[in-house]
């Protein structure tokens, strides 16, 4: 069964407070749904990657999935959960990010995540089948409900082969198909 997208926006903000104790998750929570990127991409970044980085600043990504080259362009919030992050575990620059109970030298896994993503949703009864691509879904999601950013910048930002990889992301829901048959032409 397919994963889908956190698509109420008040969901989403109750997931950052209900994970404002969790530097690392919430950490991953913000730069998943406000990047776009693979959680695997995620998982493989290191301190060194994000630090001295400025709102503005781009972090190169060399994508598992593809090996293309990807960025991440730190936004405000991607910044503000970094120093907190930093604040709470000051961890050496070559530390993985997301780093697991196994030490500083292993990273957490996706099923990890999914597991993570699960209980988040779960524990504040928000209803469905969510695991780690949610947040790459949920960013696709926002970005074109809540922004107006066309299905093809998407497609082209989520580094998608064909456009109907693109729209499966979309998360069009039939409430907005049957609205456009209400206009009148």
Known sequence: MKVEPFTNLKDIRNVKRLLRTKPRDLLLWVMGINSGLRV??????RIEDLKDKKVGD???VREKKTNKENVIVINKEIAS???FYMDKFEPDDNHFLFRSRKGINYPITTYR???????WASSLNIQ????????RKTFCYVQR????TPWEVLCQRLRHSSPSI???????????VEEILLNTI
């Open 40 to 45: 695997q991409d995620l998982l493989s970044l």
């Open 58 to 60: 781009r972090i190169a």
């Open 81 to 83: 959960c970094f120093k």
């Open 113 to 119: 995540v999914t597991g993570l993503v699960k209980e």
């Open 128 to 135: 469905g089948n969510y695991g780690a691509h949610s947040l």
């Open 145 to 148: 409900v809540h922004y107006g």
């Open 166 to 176: 693109t729209r499966r992301y979309l998360g069009i829901q039939n409430e907005e």
